[in-house]
């Protein structure tokens, strides 16, 4: 059963808050017991995000005649009521939309996809952007889309989305190929097709073009291939872990070493560059995360005659890389070297 409170002033927090007490109200009532001498489990679990939450049952009976009322009434006390429109019971096997996500059994076999609601939205906003910019550069276009297309891909690089990614690719081809015959209206397919898509690897419809960097040498910007973007099976983190707990210390050490692994993949000399530095900042001595971002800064400027090598190179906190240029330390340049 899937049920979520109706859309109120209140913020995602407060509305969280409100939701507290629910889970031990269900855990306290839906106990096992022995029904006619065999032992009965009725299966009721709530999972919640927020202020959307689902709530699981061995039956449909139990879900409507007992879960659903009890619900209503623990938000009635709240000042809130279940939304007859989102709320809903449905079987494992016809599946249901949660998050963006939808969780369907196939042959007994628990898949989950990116829904189509939550598909078809992203692509919409994909095809308005394209539209909104007939008259930009391709650079632009480019630059204006690359971080929506990975921002979803990322949110559903750990569920079954390979076919999705694959799908949306093609509607997004699309809509880029009429972006750009519409701009050159008296040009054939194959001088369009060469003057916006290139071959890259075995793939000869790559959107791309020719740009400058901030150091004035040509690279090439791509739009991003959704299909690229590796399935990752996400590890649960353990109940009783406890990040304040110095004894999980080398517990969350190694999940973000596995994290940070995952992210430099193909990227070697980052990934090299960070365990060099044993995952911390020089400057700062904190751990280096995908939350707080980093800059990679130069030892020896290199208007100073500094290379791109590794000994010239150091992972900073974008504040910690203010600082060095604020007033640079001798004590980073020690830091880097006995990393």
């Known amino acids: 059963m899937e049920v979520r409170p109706v859309p109120t002033s209140f913020s995602p927090l407060l509305a969280n808050m409100a939701l507290d007490g629910l889970e031990n109200l269900l855990s306290m009532l839906f106990k096992r017991k022995r029904v006619k001498g065999k032992l009965f489990a009725p299966g009721v679990n709530y999972i919640r995000y927020a202020d959307d939450f689902i709530i699981t049952g061995k039956t449909q009976e139990i879900l409507k005649d007992e879960v659903k009322p009890l619900v209503e009434e623990f938000l009635k006390e709240r000042g809130l009521e279940l939304s007859q429109e989102k709320t809903r019971i449905t079987h494992i096997d016809k599946g249901f939309d949660f998050l963006g996500q939808n969780l369907r059994r196939y042959e007994g076999k628990l898949l989950i996809k990116p829904s189509k609601m939550n598909t ?52 997004i081809w699309k809509k880029l190929w009429q972006w750009a015959k519409r701009r050159h209206p008296s040009k054939g397919r194959n001088w369009v097709k060469k003057r916006y898509f290139v071959n890259s690897g075995s793939r000869n419809w790559v959107f791309s073009c020719i740009s400058k960097n901030r150091t004035g040498n040509p690279t090439l910007a791509k739009l991003i291939n959704l299909a690229d973007t590796r399935i990752t099976r996400h590890v649960k983190i353990k109940a009783q872990a406890n990040p304040f707990d110095p004894e999980w210390e080398s517990y ?79 004590r980073l340049l020690k830091g880097v070297q006995e990393a």
């Not at 999940?255 to 430099?264: A, C, I, Q, T, V």
């Not at 980052?270 to 995908?290: D, I, V």
């Open 120 to 171: 078809k939205a992203f692509l919409d906003k994909v095809k308005k952007l394209i539209k909104a910019h007939k008259a930009s550069t391709q650079k632009d276009l480019i630059a204006i889309l690359n971080p929506l297309l990975r921002g979803w891909a990322n949110y559903h690089q750990h569920v079954v989305a390979k076919r999705a990614f694959s799908r949306a690719n093609y509607e």
């Open 252 to 330: 969350f050490d190694k999940r973000l070493h596995l994290k940070m692994e995952s992210h430099f993949k193909g990227k070697e000399k980052l990934l090299k560059l960070w365990s060099n530095q044993k995952g911390r900042c020089p400057q700062c001595q904190q751990k280096l995360s995908l939350e707080r971002k980093w800059h990679i800064h130069h030892i020896q400027p290199k208007c100073k005659g500094g290379k791109d090598t590794m000994s010239n190179l150091a992972m900073l906190h974008p504040n910690c890389h203010r600082q060095v240029h604020n007033q640079l330390e001798p």
